[in-house]
């Protein structure tokens, strides 16, 4: 019996204790915001210290941060700076405007700001919230860029449509 126990209390107890308290000291001193944030899940980044996320509000309102995520796919709308080429390999035009692509995994890149359609609302304190059948504008967190769909052809396929985001005029 001596022998069982141990076992049980090197084997099993002291390591599960070792795991359980390594990621109690984790949590216990990573609460602020870097750049592993990606790693972790927008509900988990909610709760970090000077997370974007964590200071917009819980409930929409104008000025909000937001991601956005494909029911079935679980991508996220993402965009950087990079823009997309005056004209495709196949010849086709594109608009040259910023591009905007679905990834899986989320990053600032993937962070867009809900704006109001009339732009002289001010919003600045995020008291002004977002009701049903509000027409908006999601400007791109990181290049300020707002986003928009057009009737040009996409880079993948001539059937679909071209999403971009560019600087507001």
């Known amino acids: 019996m001596k022998h069982f126990f141990a ?5 099993v107890l002291i390591p599960v204790a070792i ?3 390594t990621f109690y000291v984790s949590f216990a001193i990573l609460h602020k915001s870097g ?4 790693l972790m899940s927008p509900s988990f980044q909610a709760t970090l210290e000077r997370n974007p996320i964590s200071t917009s509000p819980r409930i929409i309102a104008y000025g909000s941060l937001i ?6 796919t679980f991508h ?15 010849g086709r035009i594109s608009s040259q405007g910023q591009q905007v692509l679905a990834v899986e ?11 109001p359609n009339d732009e002289s609302l001010d919003f600045q304190d995020h008291t002004v919230f977002v009701k049903n059948g509000d027409i908006l504008r999601l400007q791109h967190y990181e290049t300020g ?5 057009h009737d040009v052809s996409s880079p993948l396929h001539p059937k679909y449509t071209e999403v971009a985001a560019d600087s507001p005029s």
């Not at 076992?7 to 084997?11: D, E, K, T, Y």
């Not at 750049?35 to 990606?38: E, N, Q």
């Open 145 to 149: 860029a707002l986003l928009y769909t």
């Open 105 to 115: 995994t989320q990053s600032t890149g993937s962070l867009w700001m809900v704006l």
């Open 35 to 38: 750049p592993g944030d990606i």
């Open 67 to 72: 991601t956005l995520r494909h029911d079935n």
């Open 19 to 21: 795991y359980v308290f």
């Open 7 to 11: 076992r049980l209390l090197c084997l």
């Open 76 to 90: 996220y709308l993402h965009s950087h700076r990079e823009t997309y080429p005056a004209r495709y390999d196949d």
